[in-house]
Nanobody
C-alpha cells in the first residue's frame, strides 16, 4: 500500500508557474512508476506526466510537453511537477499517482487544485 499527499496547488495568472509536490509513504518502492494526472470540471481524468523510479525516464502528454517537468527523489520518496507557461486550460485538480511502468496506476493522492486565470 502506498499513501500519497500532494501540495503546491493554487491560483496563478496565465504564463505563470507552479510547482506541485507529492510525498509518498507506506511501501513506495512496491511501485516502479510515479505520475501526475489531472481532471478538469466535466472532463475525464487524464495523464499529464510520468517517471520511472529506477532510471528517471519521463513521459508527458503532448499538451504539456516543453512546459511541465516531472522529477523524483527516491531518497525522500517525493515526486514534483514543475509547471511553467501555464494556460487557462491547465486548470484542473491534479492528482499524484503511483503505479507501474506498463501504465497501470493504483494508488492516488487526494488531489490539489490548480487554477490559471487570464
Amino acid at each position: 500500500q502506498v499513501q500519497l499527499v500532494e501540495s503546491g496547488g493554487g491560483l496563478v495568472q496565465a504564463g505563470g508557474s507552479l510547482r506541485l509536490s507529492c510525498a509518498a509513504s507506506g511501501r513506495p518502492f512496491s511501485r516502479n512508476a510515479m505520475g501526475w494526472f489531472r481532471q478538469a470540471p466535466g472532463k475525464e481524468r487524464e495523464f499529464v506526466a510520468g517517471i520511472r523510479r529506477s532510471d528517471g525516464n519521463t513521459y508527458y502528454a503532448d499538451s504539456v510537453k516543453g512546459r511541465f517537468t516531472i522529477s523524483r527523489d527516491n531518497y525522500k520518496n517525493t515526486v514534483t511537477l514543475q509547471m511553467n507557461s501555464l494556460k487557462p486550460e491547465d486548470t484542473a485538480v491534479y492528482y499524484c499517482a503511483a503505479g507501474y511502468i506498463d501504465g497501470r496506476y493504483d494508488s492516488w493522492g487526494q488531489g490539489t487544485q490548480v487554477t490559471v486565470s487570464l
